[in-house]
């Protein structure tokens, strides 16, 4: 933001009026008055906070798909999923704003070098890719590399395979059905490659995997990734929970990845949530008892409960 002197000017008035709207009771009421006047909701001026990360933003108004980005990312119920598609999206925003403004071009040109420098090898993260990857939603659609998609399913293949040294498979292991576990018979291997299209859009042959457990491991995978992705507005989560038969032995890698946050904003809301319990009227509340309000207040809203 401060790379252009106009934003900065602007950010300068923006101040002033918001602090002479905070500190006056009357100029408050003339603008209620006013927005009632013109049938517009009745908003208040919002003051920019140091420590509040989107104030700014907020106050400005300007570049909303980072408010909404920042948002989205910021909801106790998403995924680190979202994380690469979201970035995508925003590249694509910004690289669609009019740079020959000069009002606002250095702006444009910091967000595109920021933008590029901060998150251009996000998809070699593997923790990135895999929980893009196994999101419905998202599969390799966002994927900018080609190679990205078979680093992937061999990761899995690390994760679920039959190596008893991999300690991230040990993990895993931990929380796996019985299922997952079940000998493969040479039937079923010999099933699985009669059955192995030749039309499949995976590179790499089921052939090259001797092992029968990799074998139905890479099926698996490749008949997730064939099929068409969900729209954007379905959980996966529930999507995974209705599809776990048909993709079960997938399931142990969802249900370690798939729940991760991609931020620390639920936790603080958390302790933050705490901190609003103790007051100087309520000291001597047990912890036991705050724990089971802190639930509560966190809990009841996912029931929808009517307060």
């Known amino acids: 933001m401060k790379a252009q002197e106009t934003v900065v000017a602007a950010i300068t008035k923006c101040k002033k009026m918001a602090t002479h709207f905070h500190h006056s009771t009357t100029a408050q009421d003339e603008l209620a008055n006013i927005q009632k006047r013109l049938n517009q909701k009745p908003l208040k001026i919002i003051q920019e906070c140091a420590t509040r990360w989107n104030s700014t933003f907020y106050m400005l108004e300007r570049i909303l798909p980072f408010k909404e980005v920042t948002k989205e990312l910021n909801a106790a119920n998403v995924s680190i999923s979202s994380v690469i598609p979201l970035i995508a999206i925003l590249e694509k925003i910004v690289n669609d704003l009019d740079s020959s403004d000069e009002h606002i071009s250095d702006t444009i040109t910091v967000l595109k070098d920021e933008l ?89 042959p089921l052939l090259t995997f001797q092992n029968p457990v990799h074998l139905l491991i890479r099926k698996t995978v490749t008949e997730y990734s064939a099929e068409k992705r969900v729209a954007n507005d379905v959980d996966p989560l529930t999507w995974w929970k209705v599809n776990r038969e048909r993709y079960g032995l997938l399931f142990p890698v969802v249900r370690h990845y798939l729940v991760t946050p991609p931020t620390s904003i639920p936790s603080e809301r958390m302790f933050s949530g705490a901190g609003l319990l103790y007051t100087p009227h309520r000291n001597r509340l047990e912890g036991e008892k705050a724990s089971k309000l802190l639930f509560l207040k966190f809990n009841i809203p996912l029931l929808k409960f009517n307060y």
């Open 116 to 204: 590029i420098r901060k998150f251009s090898g996000l998809e070699n993260e593997i923790l990135f890719a895999t929980v893009t990857f196994i999101d419905p939603r998202y599969k390799v659609e966002f994927f900018k590399n080609t190679s990205t998609k078979e680093r992937v399913i061999q990761h899995i293949l690390d994760l679920l395979g039959d190596s008893q040294t991999d300690a991230k498979r040990v993990r895993l292991n931990e929380t796996e059905d019985s299922e997952t576990h079940k000998n493969v018979s040479l039937k079923e291997t010999m099933s699985l490659l009669m059955d192995t299209s030749d039309s499949e859009e995976d590179d790499m």
